[in-house]
């Protein structure tokens, strides 16, 4: 196709015009309403963090109970690979030696030595994963939840060489086919290459519930609130009970307390 | 100049066609876990970094050849140095390839790469490895290539190279700490987090990628009409000889904290190493290999006599380099992951295809550092 001088200007100038006019429509469309409306029951706080009272869990929950786990990983499409090496979980249990290594005096009772302790990801407030993500794709959110963006995520797993607590998973196939419970819509899949791990269920929080873990116990083993208001539950229960928490040496905070 | 890459011996076709299967087969293998993901590879969720970030970490090392012929050569105007600068600059071009290609292969979403400077994130360590490692490789690229087209026209490099020159310097320290520094600040990582692991780094770079060049050289002398020169391969030989010490020296440290504060977290990574814990020990044969290789090195290199023989040299070289290809390219990234942070031992092996595509790059940074030998080679052929 052949064009002059003059016929180039033009459509330059066109095009210039054209794309000058798009200012123009975001100015003239501009209205004082925020873009996203916050739902007004959604639950808020200074800092989430939960006590786990394994105690209550132990005493009152029947034996081989793994209702906590089933309810979060359907909540969220956890798949179930089906091999220790790509495993993917969110909550779930391990021995009081695994969770609190080099802090077992070797005398305990043999009922905290044998039974399952609950573990999922610390929300720490000096998360170490969020301080090495390249691209902010794990970073915290002013409430205390550490967030995870599956869009994002490049797939370095410099998280996960970070958290000391092993509560981070990565997607190293193609998780969809492995999802064994009923497929969540309001909740999205991953795909392959990601890092994923508990939420604190902040999408369930948006839209004013508690998580889904927290309403699946039945014995109320799990409790969750605000850390800085003096009356919530989590203040409550750790106000009138001894607790602690894991690896408490490296100074990451965690925002997960254990009863025991 | 590129042109004198194009022609040349029939040895030098077959060893393109050589390396060129290789990454071919690389590439094929790199196909799958593209199509099938990570899987494919012995990485688990405890064990998340193997056999491409360890090849990443070692190879760092070697781009540190660089810098200990041009430090020399540039600040203490030591002529030796001169003819073989260009050989230790394109060997960091090579190197630092290798380096760029391991972090791509190892990525879940390589696709996404670009996140990296779409979303500059200055706290991340990884975000400033990414940057210093193109930095050294662009520095590199354009320092070698104008001074040796001026070599080549009989002139004088352009000016405004020198100060790349002189940058290089420090850049080339500060690739080795900051690759340090993605391991030594992880909280829960007994095995990295460790005071001198940049320390560490820089000796053993300042052996591994000496010893390296001095293989190469003898190669180069063996197989075109250009001489290195015996004086610069003897200074770098003593380069060589007290970075290795140093690196011994840095090892020795480790095992003496870890062991005389008797501190668990600290003495686990170590026995799982060198004895095998709770019954898993995959990776103790190479760590005595590299061991007995080490002390080998140490005990050839401290004798003036095997220094001037130049099989024996070679053969000293050669223990610095695979010691130390041991100690960062199987040891250091697997045994930070063992135990992992519930104090359980969950093995880590390579599968085939991760090591096809690891011998692929490989192949790949050879390629290109056989190219780019041939062509400053011939214009050194040609200038003499």
Redesign the interface.
């Given at each position: 196709m052949e064009t002059g001088r003059r016929n180039f200007l033009k459509i330059g100038g066109l095009c210039t015009l054209g794309l000058g006019s798009l200012r123009l429509v975001d100015a003239i469309a501009k209205t004082e309403e925020p873009k996203f409306l916050l739902n007004v029951q959604a639950l808020s706080a200074k800092r989430w963090a939960m006590a786990i009272d394994m105690k209550k869990c132990w005493e009152k929950g029947r034996p081989g109970c793994t209702d906590c786990t089933l309810a979060c990983h359907s909540t969220h499409n956890v798949p179930d690979i089906g091999t220790?090496?790509?495993?993917?979980k969110w909550i779930w249990e391990?021995k009081y030696?695994?969770?609190f290594?080099?802090q077992e005096s070797g005398m305990e009772p043999e009922a905290i030595r044998e039974k399952p302790f609950i573990l999922l990801c610390n929300h720490c407030t000096n998360a170490?994963c969020t301080?090495?993500?390249?691209?902010?794709?794990t970073f915290k959110r002013p409430d205390g939840i550490t967030m995870m963006d599956f869009h994002?995520?490049?797939?370095?797993?410099?998280c996960?060489?970070?958290?000391?607590?092993?509560a981070r998973?990565?997607?190293?196939?193609?998780p969809r086919p492995f999802i064994k419970t009923e497929l969540n819509t309001t909740f999205p899949t991953r795909?392959?290459?990601?890092?994923e791990k508990c939420n604190f269920c902040e999408e369930r929080l948006a839209a004013g519930k508690i998580p889904a873990c927290v309403e699946a116990c039945k014995c109320k083993a799990l409790c969750f609130g605000d850390l800085e208001d003096p009356k919530s539950d989590v203040r409550k229960a750790l106000a009138s009970q001894f607790s602690i928490r894991r690896?408490p040496e490296?100074?990451?905070e965690p925002g997960v307390y254990y009863v025991i | 100049m590129l042109e004198r890459a194009l022609t040349g011996s029939t040895r030098y076709k077959r060893l393109l066609g050589v390396l060129l299967v290789f990454m071919g087969l690389g590439f094929a293998a790199y196909l799958t876990q593209w199509n099938?993901?990570?899987?494919i590879?012995g990485?688990?969720?405890?064990v998340?970094?193997g056999l491409y970030i360890a090849q990443f970490t070692f190879l760092v090392g070697v781009a540190a050849s660089a810098v200990m012929v041009v430090l020399p050569y540039y600040l203490h105007d030591i002529k030796a140095f001169g003819k073989i600068t260009i050989l230790g600059e394109f060997l960091a071009i090579a190197a630092c390839t290798m380096c760029a290609l391991f972090?791509l292969v190892?990525?879940?979403?390589?696709m996404?790469?670009l996140?990296?400077f779409?979303?500059p994130?200055p706290?991340?360590?990884?975000?400033w490895d990414?940057i210093v490692l193109n930095g050294y490789l662009l520095l590199n690229i354009f320092i070698g290539w104008n001074v040796l087209e001026a070599e080549r026209k009989g002139t004088h490099y352009p000016n405004w190279v020198k100060p790349l020159i002189y940058l290089s310097i420090p850049w080339a320290v500060s690739i080795h700490t900051v690759t340090a520094f993605?391991?030594a600040g992880?909280?829960?990582?007994h095995y990295w987090l460790t005071a001198i692991m940049a320390a560490r780094f820089l000796a053993s770079a300042f052996c591994s990628g000496p010893a390296l060049l001095i293989m190469l050289s003898y190669l180069v002398k063996k197989y075109s009409k250009f001489d290195p020169g015996k004086e610069a391969i003897d200074k770098l030989t003593t380069i060589m000889t007290y970075s290795m010490l140093i690196s011994v020296f840095f090892v020795g440290l480790e095992f003496f904290t870890a062991f005389y504060s008797n501190i668990?977290?600290e003495m686990d990574s170590l026995k799982y190493l060198f004895i095998g814990l709770d019954g898993h020990h995959n990776l103790v044969p190479f760590m005595w290999l590299f061991a007995i290789l080490a002390i080998s090195g140490v005990v050839l290199l401290l004798n003036p006599n095997v220094r001037k023989n130049e099989k024996m040299l070679l053969a000293a070289a050669a223990c610095v380099f695979f010691s130390m290809y041991i100690e960062k390219g199987v040891g250091l990234i697997v045994a930070?992951?063992i135990p992992?942070?519930?104090?359980?031992v969950?093995e880590y092996f390579p599968s085939l295809p991760e090591i096809m595509i690891a011998l692929g790059i490989w192949a790949t940074g050879f390629f290109i550092l056989t190219v780019l030998y041939k062509i400053a080679i011939s214009v050194k052929e040609e200038v003499a």
């Open positions: 220790q090496k790509e495993e993917i391990e030696e695994n969770v290594p080099r170490p301080r090495v993500c390249p691209t902010k794709a994002r995520c490049i797939g370095c797993r410099y996960m060489a970070a958290c000391p607590y092993g998973s990565f997607n190293f196939r193609d795909e392959r290459g990601v890092v690896k490296l100074g990451t | 099938r993901g990570l899987t590879t990485l688990s969720r405890d998340s970094w972090v190892d990525m879940g979403k390589p996404r790469l996140n990296i779409i979303y994130t706290n991340s360590i990884l975000f990414v993605l391991y992880l909280p829960g990582r668990p977290g930070g992951f992992n942070p519930l104090d359980q969950h």
